[in-house]
């Protein structure tokens, strides 16, 4: 603003471009608040250290079990015990099966109590009025929350396969990877091959973790949002593998999970892939906007 504005009160009109230009770094704020916020909880890092210690066990059991020798042959339908055959000849292949073990309950457990206790946490402690004033604004915390659920999707995967990753190499050799297909591709692809299962293991959570969030907007108890969360993971998990309503099974957010085996085929099969990326992004924009609708008319100071 120029001195001639100030003397000529000409400042009005360049109040609002200033606050435009401000709201994302407000946004920003919020998301960093609450982001810091949740990974310092130790409810958060007890579901850390819990998904950290499952990769140890697995590889503890294989170990125990084979004597780091042996290892069954190449191929069967990814899952995981065609990943734990291979971790005594690999032990990168410890990731996948760690990934393959979590991903149908732990992780998305732990998801389901970060996700559903989001805006029902805040509602139940008396906090939730607090952040809604401005400059906060309901759909920059809806934001905030939502993007900070996805992170901790993105960090408990990391922390799964981190910790197999570290575990693996500990225990058991390392070397040039057999795929499923059973073509061998070098040490380093096969990272890059793990890296990218790590990135759609969580992109698999983002449905997830969008349904929690408005779970999360229709209570104002964060216990309740979080069994509830949980409880529908449960019941949809349990209608997934119930073959009388196979017709219904390929819109359950859970039930292209298992796809990332087939990243480790060669050559890569995306189909299943983009069906459960699809999915997610489906289940992200239809509860996402359910909670956006919910928490931008709900009566805050009841």
């Known amino acids: 603003m120029s001195r001639a504005d100030v003397q000529g009160g000409a400042a009005a009109p360049v109040e609002p471009v200033a606050t435009e230009r401000g709201r994302p770094l407000r946004t920003l704020g919020i998301f960093r608040s609450e982001l810091v916020t949740t990974l310092r909880r130790w409810r958060t890092l007890a579901l850390l250290g819990v998904l950290a210690a499952v990769p140890v066990l697995i590889g503890i059991a294989v170990k125990i079990e084979t004597g780091g020798e042996g290892g069954g042959p190449p191929g069967g339908d990814g899952e995981g015990p065609a990943f734990i055959a291979q971790i005594t000849n690999n032990g990168l292949f410890l990731v996948f099966a760690a990934l393959a073990a979590t991903l149908p309950v732990f992780l998305p457990m732990s998801v389901g109590v970060v996700a559903g206790d989001a805006i029902a946490g805040e509602a139940s402690a008396g906090t939730l009025r607090y952040l809604l004033v401005a400059p906060a604004g309901r759909t920059r915390l809806l934001l905030a929350k939502y993007a900070t659920a996805l992170v901790f999707c993105l960090v408990a995967t990391l922390v799964v396969a981190a910790s197999a990753l570290a575990v693996g190499a500990l225990l058991f050799p390392l070397g040039d990877v057999t795929t499923i297909s059973g073509t061998t591709i070098p040490f380093t692809e096969g990272l890059v091959r793990a890296g990218l299962v790590a990135g759609v293991v969580a992109a698999s959570l983002a449905g997830f973790a969008a349904l929690g969030l408005f779970v999360s907007t229709l209570t104002g108890s964060g216990i309740a ?15 997934d593998t119930i073959p009388q309503l196979d017709e219904i099974h390929p819109y359950l957010f859970p039930h292209y999970w298992l796809s990332f085996s087939d990243l480790l085929r060669e050559p890569v099969f995306w189909d299943e892939v983009q ?20 928490l931008t008319t709900k009566d805050i100071t009841a």
């Open 225 to 239: 949002a979080m069994a509830a969360t949980v409880g529908l993971l449960i019941t949809v998990q349990i209608l």
């Open 275 to 294: 069906k459960n990326l699809g999915l997610q992004a489906v289940y992200v924009a239809v509860f996402g906007s359910a909670a956006w609708a919910r």
